[in-house]
């Protein structure tokens, strides 16, 4: 069973903007890691991390576990996309639709949500503050808030693995208190 609990952070201005650093530098890799798969034809998780971990962790910064995701991220987002093709949803083959979605890499939005695990996110539930991974380091008592059910859930239920998607619909710099943004905190057996 998998529960869902919303949560907001609330980061300062330097958080804010290293947080989105974060998102943008997880967002690029992963178009480039889905150039990569869509040129070599390689979408599992392990053959495409042969070709593509090491540039990531050192083009973009990003940590072991950041550069997992972005792989495990990007074969996901083509495992979708075969299953949409399969089930007609694009279209037939011959339809335009259908062969945009194949003739071209998928790319990611450079403020799209990025899964985080265990060892990128720490929470402090009685300070009401996470310990997060950002490229240029582990970022500490970042606040976040959530209504007292969500809470309650979270302290009681958040056990082993947990993802933290954290995705703004506006550049940071034009955001205010009320509008940072909305994580996810989803554990499943």
């Not at 992963?30 to 392990?46: G, H, M, N, P």
């Not at 990531?56 to 940590?63: F, I, M, P, S, T």
């Not at 500490?140 to 209504?147: I, N, P, W």
Request: with cysteine; net charge positive; proline share 5%.
């Amino acid at each position: 069973m998998k529960l869902t609990v919303q949560v907001k952070l609330l980061p300062t201005p330097l958080q804010a903007a290293a947080l989105e650093e974060t998102l943008r530098a997880c967002n690029q890799a992963a178009t480039w890691v889905s150039q990569v798969a869509f040129e070599k034809d390689i979408k599992r998780t392990f053959p495409l991390r042969e070709h593509t971990y090491g540039q990531v962790k050192e083009r973009w910064g990003l940590g072991a576990q950041a550069a997992q995701h972005v792989i495990m991220k990007t074969c996901d987002a083509y495992r979708t996309l075969r299953a949409n093709l399969k089930a007609g949803n694009l279209g037939k083959p011959s339809s335009k639709r259908y062969r945009r979605a194949i003739e071209k890499p998928i790319a990611f939005r450079p403020e799209g949500a990025q899964p985080y695990d265990d060892r990128m996110l720490s929470w402090q539930y009685t300070q009401r503050t996470v310990s997060i991974w950002t490229p240029s380091g582990r970022m500490k008592g970042v606040a976040f808030t959530a209504s007292r059910e969500h809470l309650a859930r979270l302290a009681l239920y958040r056990k082993g693995e947990s993802d933290l998607s954290a995705a703004a619909r506006l550049p940071m710099s034009r955001l205010t208190s009320d509008q940072m943004p909305s994580c996810g905190f989803r554990s499943g057996a």
